[in-house]
């Protein structure tokens, strides 16, 4: 199965979170490739859009492999098992927070468009365009979790094998209609991966504004 593009896929994947309709669920996307379908299964499923921002804390030189991740409001999450492991040193970490803290900064002031939303108490659904490894997903649950939602779902159009059980242990629910036996990349799921800019994102967002229960 290909999609289309983010924003059908995200349609697909309202269509298999129907169940959650009821609760009127809090749907974040993970900037920038997540938003287009966050949104998409918005529209098919109700409840509130809005932006999860997060940022990994990867090893320096194992990116992909989260030793942490920040987010809003100060936030910071540290998986003290990965920096023994990898031996990463104070100062190395610090080097690589500062880093993404500035990114984390930037996004907020151009991404946030609207003050966020309370996630306490709300069925949190966290969306991205894809798992590869799935360390980004599980900071953002992390990330989440520190904020006491009622509870955490995870919906992808597509992962690998090894991401979902690796999100399985960290989120309550997860939806997920692709999942190849091997992933060669999240893009090669879609005809249309373009890499989205800050202000096709901002437009996915701005109409969430007002938060009318009846769009």
């Given at each position: 199965?290909?999609?289309?593009?983010?924003?059908?896929?995200?349609?697909?994947?309202?269509?298999?979170?129907e169940?959650l309709?009821?609760?009127?669920?809090?749907?974040?996307?993970?900037p920038?490739?997540?938003?287009?379908?966050?949104?998409?299964?918005?529209?098919?499923?109700?409840?509130?859009?809005?932006?999860?921002?997060?940022?990994?804390?990867?090893?320096?030189?194992?990116?992909?492999?989260?030793?942490?991740?920040?987010?809003?409001?100060?936030?910071?999450?540290?998986?003290y098992?990965?920096?023994?492991?990898?031996?990463?040193?104070?100062?190395?970490?610090?080097?690589?927070?500062?880093?993404?803290?500035?990114?984390?900064?930037?996004?907020?002031?151009?991404?946030?468009?609207?003050?966020?939303?309370?996630?306490?108490?709300?069925?949190?659904?966290?969306?991205?365009?894809?798992?590869?490894?799935?360390?980004?997903?599980?900071?953002?649950?992390?990330?989440?979790?520190?904020?006491?939602?009622?509870?955490?779902?995870?919906?992808?159009?597509?992962?690998?094998?090894?991401?979902?059980?690796?999100?399985?242990?960290?989120?309550?629910?997860?939806?997920?209609?692709?999942?190849?036996?091997?992933?060669?990349?999240?893009?090669?799921?879609?005809?249309?991966?373009?890499?989205?800019?800050?202000?096709?994102?901002?437009?996915?967002?701005?109409?969430?504004?007002?938060?009318?229960?009846?769009?």
């Amino acid at each position: 199965m290909i999609y289309p593009d983010r924003g059908a896929a995200g349609r697909a994947l309202g269509e298999q979170l129907e169940h959650l309709r009821a609760a009127d669920p809090l749907v974040l996307g993970l900037p920038r490739g997540g938003v287009p379908v966050a949104a998409a299964v918005r529209e098919v499923i109700g409840g509130d859009l809005d932006v999860l921002l997060v940022r990994k804390l990867g090893v320096p030189w194992q990116p992909e492999l989260a030793m942490g991740a920040i987010g809003e409001d100060d936030v910071r999450v540290l998986n003290y098992d990965v920096m023994r492991h990898t031996g990463v040193s104070v100062s190395q970490l610090a080097a690589i927070e500062d880093m993404e803290r500035a990114e984390l900064e930037r996004r907020r002031q151009i991404l946030r468009v609207s003050p966020p939303l309370p996630l306490k108490d709300r069925t949190v659904i966290i969306v991205d365009d894809g798992m590869a490894t799935g360390a980004t997903v599980a900071a953002g649950c992390e990330i989440a979790r520190l904020h006491e939602p009622r509870r955490v779902v995870v919906a992808v159009p597509v992962s690998s094998v090894e991401a979902l059980h690796r999100i399985r242990s960290v989120a309550d629910e997860v939806v997920c209609p692709l999942v190849p036996r091997a992933l060669g990349g999240v893009g090669g799921a879609y005809r249309d991966f373009h890499q989205l800019t800050d202000e096709e994102v901002v437009e996915l967002l701005r109409p969430t504004a007002s938060h009318d229960p009846g769009e």
